[in-house]
Structure formats: C-alpha cells, structure tokens
C-alpha cells in the first residue's frame, strides 16, 4: 500500500515568487491536512481538506491557500514569499480527518526562499 | 488553545538502555498520537492512544496515556541505534473536531553504541 507522496521533494525560490506544492493521500483517504514545520516554532497546522472542502484553517496569512481535487490529492500555494516561508512543510493523510482518527505523514518539501 | 510540553528536550542513552519521554498537555486530552522523525523527513506514524489508561506497544516502544494527569509517556526498552532521532508528541482539539493537530516541541534521542 502506497503511502503518502510529496512533491517535489526539495525547492529553492526567489523572494516575491510564488509556490505549488502537491500531496497525494493514501488510498481511500479523503483528509489532507498541511503543516509548517521550522526550528523555530516547530509544527503548525495550516490547513485541513476534505471532500474538496477546506474545514480548518491555521493561523497564517492569506498567501497560503490549498485545495483538494476530487481523487483528493491536494496542493498548497504560497504566494509572494517571504524569506520566513523557508521550512519543511509536510501533509498528512487520514481516511476521515476526526480527532482520534490515524495520521500518517508524508516525506515533505522543503522550500528555501532566498 | 492546547500546548503540549515534551521533556526532556534532549535525551543520550547507552545502547542497549531503556529510556522513557513525557508529554504533558496544557488542557484535556482526547487522543494522543506519538511519532518519530528522522532530521529533516516526514514523520514516521508510531501509536494514537485514544482512552486514558490506554497502553500500545510495538516492537520495543510502549507508549500510554493517563487522562487525569493529562500526560503520555513513550517508553523504549533496550534501545538501539535505529531509534535515534526526534519523537513527537501530537493532540487533536476536541473529541469530534477536525483534526488540527497540536505538537509538542519534539525530544531528540541518541543512542551512543
């Protein structure tokens, strides 16, 4: 059983420019979540998917953004980056999204603005 | 909003030494997840405890969760190198919510041979 796919793997970026990062969930999971993850403030949820829908946001600006296709893969976007945007970020798949349900995580992107 | 607190931050043990990590949580907890990273990479899915009192194990790894102290613990009996690395300790926020998982800081273990 495949697991959760990530890509691309590693990016590098200009401040100002603009991202999409993609995920694959495992199959039949219908929940995407992202996450931001940097030494400084470790890991913070930004946003949940389900059914093509976004049913939980984080705390970050609206330069972040996502959405879900209807195989549930989803992707990220970031837009006019920041030097702060550099991290690990990393979406979990789950086969409904509730509390108490299983996570698994995916390998990551990592994203370097400079 | 929920803060989760691991400790210790750091841990170096001997191999073949057991060893045991904390997490402790800043309001009730509904469900527990515990998993392993290695530098830089995904997180590697170890256990969810979901009850208080609840206690999983795998391979060598025992995690449980006491409810009333609001705390899990993840213990490791006769370490080994492949264990090595950060544990993390993750919550959900409310019993039926969505899961928008909390982390606690991370314990970054090494296992010297």
């Known amino acids: 059983k495949a697991g959760v796919t990530q890509t691309p793997r590693y990016l590098i970026k200009t401040r100002g420019q603009q991202v999409t990062l993609s995920c694959s969930p495992i199959?039949?999971?219908?929940?995407v979540s992202w996450y931001q993850q940097t030494p400084g403030q470790g890991l913070q949820f930004l946003f949940e998917y389900f059914s093509e829908t976004q049913r939980n946001k984080g705390n970050f600006p609206g330069r972040f953004s996502g959405r879900q296709f209807s195989n549930s893969r989803s992707e990220m976007n970031v837009s006019t980056l920041e030097l702060g945007d550099s991290a690990l970020y990393l979406c979990?798949?789950?086969?409904?999204?509730?509390?108490?349900?299983?996570?698994?995580f995916g390998q990551g992107t990592r994203l370097t603005v400079v | 909003s929920q803060e989760l607190e691991q400790s210790p931050q750091s841990l170096i043990v001997q191999e073949g030494k057991n060893l045991t990590i904390n997490c402790t949580s800043s309001?009730?907890?509904?469900?527990l997840y515990w998993y392993k990273q290695k530098y830089g990479e995904g997180l590697i899915f170890l256990m969810m405890l979901q009850k208080g009192g609840e206690e999983k194990s795998h391979e060598k790894i025992t995690a449980k969760l006491d409810e009333k102290k609001q705390q899990s613990s993840l213990h490791i009996t006769a370490s080994q190198p492949s264990h090595a690395g950060i544990y993390l300790c993750g919550a959900g926020p409310s019993i039926q919510g969505a899961q928008k998982l909390v982390f606690g800081q991370g314990t970054r273990l090494t296992i010297n041979p």
């Open positions: 979990a798949s789950s086969r409904t999204g509730i509390t108490n349900t299983e996570a698994f």
């Open positions: 309001k009730t907890l509904y469900g």
């Open positions: 199959s039949g999971h219908r929940s």
